[in-house]
C-alpha cells in the first residue's frame, strides 16, 4: 500500500494531485486558472489541509483520550497525527488504497500516533512518574489469595477498563471484576493507562515478567468468564 | 521491525476498526488468535482503542489550539531537515529569529549537542516545536546529543547537566537577558 521513501521524494507533483483529488473529490478543489501556472504541490497542500480540517474533531477528541490534558499534551498528539496523516496521504499509490477505508486508516493513524506521544512523554521526560497513581490495591490482600479489593477507584479508569474488556469480549463487567486477582486487575490497569510492563514493575514492585504474566491471566480470565458481545454501556 | 512488517500490522488494525464500524464485534482475543506473531502491537494498540472507544466520543468543534496542532503537523510532515540548521534553511528563519521566539540565546542549542541535559522545562520544547514547526519528538531529536553511543564508549560524555545550571552559566556569562533568565528559572521550577 505505501511507497518506499525514495520513490516518494522522486514523484512528479501532478501525479501526487492527481491521486489525492481523486482520493478526496468530494471536498472541492480549487479551480486551475486557464493560462496560469499551476502550482501542484500548492493544490496539494491545499487539498490535505481540508482533508485534515474534515477530521480535525475527531482527532482532537482522540488525542484527549490517549494522551490526556495535562501539560497539553493532546495537542502534541494532534501534531503527530497530522505529521503521520500527510506522510500516509501522500504515500498511498492506488486508489483503492484511501478512498474504501479512510476512516479506518486515520484512526489508526491517530490511535498510533498518539500512543508514541505518550511513550516519549513517559521515556524522555519523565512525566509519567508525576502521573497520580489511581490504583489502590492492597497487595496484602492479593498475597492472601486475592479477596475482594478496591482497584479502581476512579470511574475513568472503570470506563476505561469496561470498553477494553467490551472489546477483548466482556458483557458483564460487575460480575468479574471482584472475581478477579486484585493485582492481575492492577496490572490490566495500569497498561490501560499505557504504561509497559518495565514500568509496572516497578510500580507494583514486581519482576516485569510478572507483571506480563499477570497481563495475560488477567486477559484469559477474562475470555473464560465472559460472552464475547459488546457491552450495553458502548 | 521490516517496512513489511509494519505495513501488516498496520492492515490489521485497519480491520479491527473496519469491523468495529460496521457495528461487528471484534475482539483482542480473536485477533490474537489470528495473528499470534503480532501479540504485543496488537494488544498495545487494542488497549489504546479502548480507551478511546470506552464512553462515546463526541467531536467538539475544533478549538483554536487544535488548528495550530494541525497545521504545524502538516508543516513537521514536509520537514526533510534533521538538524536544527537545516530546518531553519527549510523555513527561512534567522538564527537570532529563532533564539527570540525561544527566549534563549542560540549558544544554548550547542550546549544540547554536547551534553545530555535533564530537567528540561516542556515549555522549552513546545517552544522549539512551534518555532520549528516541528513536532515536539522531532525537536528533541533535533537537540540530542550528538555521536552519543561513540563518546560514551570513549568516556568521553560528561556528567549530565540541568537545565537550571546551564541557563545559570549562560547568565554568568552575560548571554541570557535578566528577564529571559528569570524566565526560565520561573519554568523550571514550575516543573
Not at chain 2, 70 to 80: D, F, H, I, N
Request: charge should be negative.
Amino acid at each position: 500500500m505505501q511507497r518506499e521513501e525514495h520513490e516518494l521524494e522522486t514523484e512528479e507533483p501532478e501525479k501526487l494531485v492527481e491521486r489525492i483529488r481523486w482520493h478526496i473529490g468530494e471536498v472541492g478543489i480549487k479551480r486551475d486558472q486557464p493560462g496560469q501556472a499551476v502550482h501542484h504541490e500548492e493544490i496539494a497542500t491545499e487539498l490535505i489541509e481540508r482533508l485534515s480540517m474534515r477530521v480535525l474533531g475527531k482527532a482532537e477528541g482522540i488525542a484527549k483520550r490517549i494522551c490526556g490534558t495535562a501539560y497539553d499534551l493532546h495537542s502534541e498528539g494532534l501534531v503527530e497525527i497530522f505529521k503521520e496523516l500527510n506522510r500516509v496521504i501522500r504515500a498511498v499509490d492506488t486508489r483503492e488504497g484511501l478512498e474504501t477505508q479512510f476512516a479506518a486508516t486515520f484512526e489508526r493513524i491517530a490511535i498510533d500516533a498518539c500512543r508514541r506521544v505518550k511513550s516519549a512523554d513517559h521515556r524522555i521526560s519523565g512525566k509519567g512518574n508525576r502521573r497520580v497513581q489511581v490504583i489502590s490495591g492492597d497487595e496484602d490482600a492479593d498475597k492472601e489469595g486475592g479477596e475482594e479489593a478496591s482497584v479502581l477507584d476512579q470511574k475513568e479508569d472503570q470506563a476505561a477498563l469496561r470498553g477494553y474488556l467490551a472489546i477483548i469480549g466482556e458483557h458483564a463487567f460487575e460480575s468479574i471484576a471482584h472475581r478477579m486477582k486484585p493485582r492481575q486487575m492492577q496490572v490490566m490497569t495500569l497498561r490501560l493507562q499505557g504504561f509497559d510492563f518495565k514500568e509496572i514493575g516497578e510500580q507494583l514492585g514486581i519482576h516485569r515478567d510478572t507483571a506480563s504474566s499477570d497481563f495475560e491471566k488477567a486477559c484469559l480470565f477474562i475470555q473464560t468468564n465472559i460472552s464475547p458481545e459488546r457491552g450495553e454501556n458502548l | 521491525m521490516s517496512p513489511n512488517r509494519f505495513n501488516q500490522i498496520d492492515t490489521i488494525k485497519e480491520e479491527f476498526i473496519q469491523e468495529w464500524n460496521d457495528g461487528k464485534s471484534p475482539t483482542l482475543i480473536s485477533y490474537l488468535s489470528r495473528f499470534p506473531q503480532y501479540a504485543e502491537e496488537l494488544s498495545e494498540f487494542v488497549m489504546a482503542f479502548a480507551q478511546v472507544h470506552a464512553v462515546p466520543l463526541e467531536e467538539a468543534q475544533p478549538t483554536e489550539q487544535a488548528k495550530e496542532a494541525m497545521l504545524r503537523g502538516l508543516s513537521a510532515g514536509q520537514a526533510k531537515a534533521r538538524t536544527v540548521a537545516a530546518r531553519l534553511k527549510e523555513i527561512g528563519m534567522s538564527e537570532p529569529e529563532l533564539a527570540k521566539r525561544l527566549r534563549t540565546p542560540i549558544e544554548l542549542l550547542g550546549v544540547f549537542h554536547s551534553n545530555q541535559i535533564q530537567n528540561v522545562p516542556s515549555s522549552f520544547w513546545r517552544r522549539l516545536a512551534q518555532a520549528l514547526s516541528l513536532s515536539e519528538i522531532q525537536g528533541r531529536q533535533m537537540l540530542a546529543p550528538r555521536n552519543l553511543a561513540y563518546r560514551t564508549a570513549k568516556g568521553a560524555i560528561p556528567q549530565p547537566r540541568t537545565f537550571t545550571d546551564v541557563i545559570d552559566d549562560l547568565q554568568k556569562n552575560g548571554l541570557l537577558s535578566p528577564e529571559d533568565y528569570a524566565f526560565w528559572k520561573a519554568e523550571s521550577e514550575a516543573e
